[in-house]
């Protein structure tokens, strides 16, 4: 029987009443740190136009040419500097100013998109410009995502890195649903150079972010190994390192074969489902809205929780849909 003592000690009322505000606060803790908030919202920003981009990218590739296999090979372009590249760009980033590499990964990316802008206004754009700015997109890509990763540790530290992580998760696929959405809309009302307008733009706002970090001055450290040698032992460490190799095969299983259908959503959209570029833009975001519900639980949860059984629901779920 509860003792009448239970009942009215005030001092089970509160803990009731603050449980939610407590998850609440660890779902989002991260953003406590000064630094980190800047750089999130920035990044949220720049996503939103990254996705902006996407969406217009791949309708653009497909009404100049009809063709899924020109469509496939220019969307592969801007991907295939990630995985040629980011090995070596991982190495490098761990040895340069990080916030000094993003700018100018954010400063390339502004020009190739201000560079497609320019030529659908000037109506002279082709496939083998989309295919030239995309590649150079890609190479910005690969040399921004190791930066922007390892700048997250440093930001925020080891006790919220997972947090920080979640959340940025969170951000990117909550800018898959707003984005593709936003391309919908301009392209129908305005047309697909303001998209690339837009884009650039958002690139802008990430610089600004960046510039007002409060960050100690960057000390460049003697490194003992060679960028070859720290290659040659990252690949050793994932051979020994069973965790590393199970990751790595599901992230590569899954991004070949099971995200590569959004490369071929224009041809779905436009052919199959005869669908209008508005609605176009709807379907793609779409694709986001789960994967932003996933993110946010993730981030909330404790750090002790089960992670693998967590990765393995979300892949199993995946394959479930897939087959």
């Not at 920080?164 to 959405?181: D, F, M, T, Y």
Request: hydrophobic share 50%; charged share 15%.
């Amino acid at each position: 029987m509860t003792s009448l003592k239970n009942l009215t000690d005030p001092s089970h009322a509160p803990l009731a009443e603050n449980e939610p505000r407590s998850r609440l606060r660890e779902t989002f803790s991260a953003l406590g740190v000064r630094n980190y908030r800047l750089f999130f919202v920035g990044q949220g920003i720049s996503l939103i136009g990254t996705w902006v981009r996407r969406t217009a990218m791949g309708w653009l590739i497909y009404v100049l040419t009809g063709s899924t296999v020109q469509l496939g090979l220019v969307m592969g372009l801007a991907l295939l500097p990630m995985f040629v590249l980011s090995p070596w760009a991982g190495s490098i980033a761990d040895r340069v100013d990080k916030r000094r590499m993003i700018i100018l990964t954010q400063v390339l990316a502004t020009a190739t998109s201000a560079a497609i802008a320019a030529l659908i206004f000037l109506h002279c754009v082709q496939v083998w410009h989309l295919m030239v700015l995309s590649t150079l997109s890609g190479v910005a890509f690969a040399f921004e995502v190791p930066s922007r990763q390892s700048f997250i540790v440093e930001m925020v530290g080891r006790d919220k890195l997972m947090n920080a992580i979640a959340l940025n998760s969170g951000l990117v696929n909550l800018a898959r649903v707003l984005g593709p959405a936003t391309a919908g809309l301009l392209m129908g009302g305005v047309g697909m150079g303001p998209c690339f307008v837009l884009d650039a733009l958002s690139y802008v706002v990430v610089i600004v972010t960046l510039f007002l970090l409060q960050l100690p001055k960057f000390e460049k450290r003697e490194h003992a190994q060679s960028h070859w040698e720290a290659l040659i032992e990252g690949a050793r460490e994932v051979r020994k390192n069973r965790t590393v190799r199970v990751m790595l095969t599901l992230l590569t299983t899954v991004g070949v074969f099971g995200w590569s259908f959004e490369m071929l959503m224009p041809a779905i959209a436009r052919d199959y489902l005869k669908l209008p570029v508005l609605e176009y833009g709807i379907l793609m975001s779409l694709l986001g809205v789960g994967a932003t519900l996933g993110a946010f639980y993730v981030a909330g949860r404790p750090a002790g929780a089960n992670r693998r059984t967590m990765v393995l629901a979300g892949d199993g779920w995946w394959w479930r849909a897939c087959t």
